[in-house]
């Protein structure tokens, strides 16, 4: 009996440390072996990368502050020029963020322009301001660019950022229309391929037509997602945070938060583009890499 007990193995609670450890080793490479397998299957590692050569957060900061400070004189203007009368550029911004109750009359208080500020514009500002609006959608061509890998476009095609310009202008003025036409279901349906639409063509249009459109496609639907994710975390965050801002800091808080939520928006549209690009490399059109 004692022969036997002695040359037994003692069991895996006895088993001494050393040999554990030695076990755990031996089964390490298998593990790393695995997750590694993974990673490569779904390429995330290449994802993230790509985010951080862009400088994904940065570029969307300055797209924030390109919106506040050029295109939303711009859009000020236009909208206050609306023959349907839909609220001025407030009632815009209200919809986009999807604010309702409180929040947004403070917002529309706070942001509402002169009712008289169309025949205050000259025509040396009206240019100025078309200006400061093509220098946003140069900024967004860059970004585009930058995505896709390509050399940044030629100036004499500064008419294909007016063109964009002028038919963004036209996408947000239509989803403001939509909010009186549709509710529900329907309006989600009708907001969510116009959008669609609109991204997948303009990555075309300002990247001169140097990417397939079935490439493009991925990177219009990821933003449109992420749009809307970004509306309800706006609904559920920005809502309160607005009036709270407004007791505490005034206007000064209320820009704080747009700018806020413009920074998402930013990241949502440069995001997005990135995220297509990705997924056709590395789940869709493999071949064409």
Known sequence: MSGESGGREPDDGSRPPATRANGVRRHFPRVRHAVLALEDRLGAFALVRRGRDLELMHRAMGFATLSLVTLAPLLIVVAAADPLGEGGFAYWLVDGMGLSGRSARVLTDIISPPVKVISTTSVWGGVLLAVFGVSFAG?????????????????????????????????????????????????????TSTGALFFWWGQRFLLGGQVPWRRLLPGAIATMVGLGGLRVFSNLVFTPLIVDNAVSYGTVGIVLVVESWLTGVGFVVYGGAMFGRWFCEHHWLPRLR
């Open 139 to 191: 900024s967004v061509q860059n970004g585009y660019e930058r995505i896709w890998g390509l050399p940044p476009g030629p100036w004499h095609r500064v008419w294909r950022q007016l063109t964009w310009l002028a038919v963004m202008t036209a996408y947000l003025y239509q989803e403001v229309l939509n909010r009186q036409e549709f509710e529900g279901l329907e309006r989600v349906a009708v907001s």
